[in-house]
């Protein structure tokens, strides 16, 4: 685990080194200075004030004044800094000025009004979730908490474990509405659970060119399966509404009067549907193919969003070309047995 991780420091939590200028009233009264003089010295030369603002079309930058680095990176340069005079001479700060360095309160940080102190970690050659996991394990073996004394993994990991809380209800949510849209549809609860039962075949396709792409799960990578199973569901739809007008005209033809008339017409409205299926899933998929080859600013994510959709579609179109008419033949052939017709 360690060598997954590129860095890892802490924060600082005590306090910083701070210098106190305490102007001696005596000297300054000496040279004609005010309090306020010396004041504007070290807040301009040292400290930096910002004296205008520039504008660059609608940009606006603040122009701060003071002494380049190199001549205030040290106590004895910061007592070297001049201080103009009414009389025009120039008198270094050290006689104007005591100078004296203390430590400083620390920077308090506090959430759930509990004071924290932050660990920061970069990885690399693994995904979020594994490392913190790993880490976790190995935290609980070798380090005991204290009371008081709480560890939460925050950052990247802390949105997408909000992610993951949010896509747990997005998917069913999105399977559900799929499944009542079509029965809404067909009116017939044997031929959704047939459309729905067609969407594994198309996540099949995309579980593998996320695999050959090397992508890890994400956001992006759930949000692409979840458009799939929109698409996936539709090209069920054309095939299955297909084999329901063929069938339907068949028997209303009355040439529907043996198992072969059966096979025989759903092989016809497979048959004629596969030209219509193809040139839907071919546009869907040309269209996202840009995609696949952008290399501009956000195709890393839209691509793991495409990914998944060209991939299930290929995968969909191949193996409901062939299941959807054998289910369909199995579901007519047990319910014409059922009614006696055959």
């Known amino acids: 685990m360690f060598e997954e991780a590129i860095s890892a420091f802490s924060e600082r939590v005590t306090g910083g080194n701070y210098m106190d200028f305490d102007i001696r009233r005596d000297q300054i009264a000496r040279y004609g200075l005010t309090v306020g003089d010396v004041q504007d010295v070290i807040m301009t030369a040292i400290g930096g004030m910002n004296v205008t603002r520039t504008v660059e079309g609608l940009e606006r930058y603040p122009v701060n004044l003071r002494y380049n680095r190199e001549l205030r990176d040290s106590l004895e340069k910061i007592r070297r800094v001049l201080v103009p005079t009414p009389m025009g001479a120039q008198v270094p700060l050290a006689q104007l000025v005591n100078f004296s360095i203390h430590k400083g309160p620390a920077g ?68 559900i509405i799929i499944f009542i849209l079509l029965y809404i549809h067909f009116h017939n609860i044997i031929e959704a659970l047939i459309v729905m039962g067609t969407l594994p075949f198309a996540m099949v396709g995309g579980i593998w060119l996320i695999y050959l792409l090397d992508y890890n799960v994400s956001v992006a990578v759930v949000v692409g399966f979840i458009a799939l199973s929109g698409l996936a569901a539709e090209t069920g739809v054309v095939m299955l509404v297909y084999l329901d007008e063929v069938f339907a005209r068949r028997v209303k033809g009355g040439s529907m009067t043996s198992y072969r008339d059966m096979v025989l017409g759903i092989i016809e409205g497979a048959a004629e549907r596969v030209r219509p299926k193809i040139m839907t899933v071919a546009t869907t998929v040309i269209g996202l193919l840009p ?52």
């Open 108 to 175: 308090i940080k506090s959430e759930n009004a509990r004071r924290t102190a932050w660990i920061y970690v970069d990885i690399k050659d693994v995904d979020l979730g594994s490392y913190v996991k790993n880490a976790k394990r190995v935290v609980l073996e070798n380090i005991d908490i204290p009371a008081g004394y709480s560890i939460v993994w925050s950052g990247q990991y802390e949105y997408m474990e909000k992610a993951k809380k949010t896509l747990n209800l997005i998917v069913p949510a999105t399977l």
């Open 291 to 342: 995609v696949m080859w952008g290399s501009e600013t956000g195709s890393e994510v839209m691509k793991r969003i495409a990914a998944p959709m060209v991939g299930g579609l290929i995968s969909s179109t191949i193996l409901t070309l062939i299941i959807i008419p054998a289910v369909y033949l199995t579901w007519k052939k047990w319910e014409f047995g059922y009614q006696g017709k055959l």
